[in-house]
């Protein structure tokens, strides 16, 4: 069965810097991969998602992502971080047998 | 299109009584799925439905729970004799058509057991 791993819990970055947010799969064929974005006490949104072709995906909010099958990645990245980014970030890897793995997620706190 | 709408945000119960959730999905999704989220975890996967058949369920889904979707439509999640390791916050999702579709999540009901 599938797996996400989000390595990083936490991370703290100061409004305006950049943010790359990593996430890895493991799958033995080509995955569904998804970044959602939670605020607190919310449900989550989807800011973007790669079933095949272009490996550098566009999502909302300024967001994109970049599909790497040699390392098992799918980091999410954004250039400039305004203090309403500041959310719970989960990263998920579908299959063909409609079973989704959400990763255990990585908190942004954004610095003034 | 008015998203997935769950009811109600929050609830508070005693240990062993029975709660019932309900979840709106997306009109015409035919697709409708339960996760289960507790504190600095994310969702995981409890069932789904097609239309009206229950297709998959997980084994955290234990003899406590049991989820309808009579119609085809709206979903029910109902826990009986809850538990305190209860407490945590079940999220509904719809899909249009099956994988790799996205799914859309509701705003979640998040239950406390005291």
């Known amino acids: 069965a599938q797996s996400v791993t989000q390595p990083d819990i936490h991370i703290t970055v100061s409004e305006g810097a950049s943010l790359e947010l990593r996430c890895n799969y493991s799958?033995?064929?080509?995955?569904?991969l998804f970044w959602y974005v939670q605020s607190p006490g919310q449900g989550l949104q989807l800011l973007l998602k790669?079933?095949?072709?272009?490996?550098l995906v566009q999502g909302i909010k300024g967001f994109e992502a970049e599909f790497k099958r040699s390392q098992s990645s799918f980091n999410l990245r954004k250039p400039s971080v305004h203090w309403s980014d500041a959310a719970e970030y989960f990263c998920?890897?579908?299959?063909?047998?409609?079973?989704?793995?959400f990763g255990a997620g990585t908190r942004l706190t954004v610095k003034p | 299109d008015t998203g997935v709408s769950q009811d109600p945000r929050h609830k508070i119960t005693k240990r062993g009584q029975n709660v019932t959730f309900r979840c709106d999905p997306i009109?015409?999704?035919?697709?409708l799925y339960w996760y289960r989220q507790t504190l600095g975890q994310g969702p995981e996967f409890l069932t789904y439905?097609?239309?009206?058949?229950?297709?998959?369920k997980s084994r955290l889904l234990s003899n406590r729970f049991s989820a309808e979707r009579p119609k085809g439509s709206f979903s029910t999640l109902e826990i009986q004799r809850t538990e305190q390791g209860d407490s945590a916050m079940y999220l509904c999702?719809?899909?249009?058509?099956?994988?790799?579709?996205?799914?859309?999540f509701g705003p979640g009901t998040r239950l406390l057991v005291l």
């Open positions: 998920a890897v579908g299959a063909g047998n409609n079973d989704m793995r």
């Open positions: 799958y033995g064929a080509t995955p569904y």
């Open positions: 790669y079933f095949s072709g272009d490996t």
């Open positions: 009109s015409e999704h035919n697709r």
């Open positions: 439905f097609q239309n009206e058949a229950q297709l998959e």
């Open positions: 999702a719809s899909q249009s058509g099956g994988a790799p579709e996205t799914q859309y």
